[in-house]
């Protein structure tokens, strides 16, 4: 299990522990409408260890194909993106305009 920090800090966001098919946890986060989900781990793919490591938001579908990913700072920048859409169904929309933007970390 992981530092309770950070998974206080994702949860507001929808975001919960999970394990991943290796073993691992991840933080992952469920889109309500096709099934598609998005981990978020940190460089080596298991969930941080605190809010200032490296992060990588990947984003697969439904049935788990990798479809894109995106790293951040740290957790700090990424929610700074978020701004206030807290538990929000444009989660995904969000991270990825920033992605297509190229103007990432």
Same mark, same amino acid.
């Given at each position: 299990?992981?530092?309770? *920090? +950070?998974? $206080?800090?994702?949860?507001?966001?929808? @975001?919960? &522990?999970? &394990?991943?098919? $290796?073993?691992? /946890?991840?933080?992952?986060?469920?889109?309500?409408?096709?099934?598609?989900?998005?981990? +978020? /781990?940190?460089?080596?793919?298991?969930?941080?260890?605190?809010?200032?490591? &490296?992060?990588? @938001?990947?984003?697969?579908? *439904?049935?788990?194909? @990798?479809?894109?990913? +995106?790293?951040?700072?740290?957790?700090?920048?990424?929610?700074?993106?978020?701004?206030?859409?807290? &538990?929000?169904?444009?989660?995904?929309?969000? +991270?990825?305009?920033?992605?297509?933007?190229?103007?990432?970390?």
């Amino acid at each position: 299990m992981s530092d309770n *920090a +950070v998974l $206080d800090f994702y949860e507001p966001f929808g @975001f919960y &522990e999970t &394990e991943t098919e $290796d073993g691992c /946890t991840a933080l992952l986060y469920e889109t309500l409408n096709n099934g598609d989900y998005a981990l +978020v /781990t940190d460089g080596d793919g298991i969930i941080p260890e605190d809010l200032e490591q &490296e992060i990588i @938001f990947a984003y697969y579908t *439904a049935d788990g194909a @990798f479809s894109w990913s +995106v790293s951040f700072e740290d957790s700090h920048h990424f929610f700074e993106l978020l701004g206030k859409h807290t &538990e929000s169904n444009h989660l995904i929309d969000i +991270v990825k305009q920033y992605r297509d933007s190229g103007d990432y970390y």
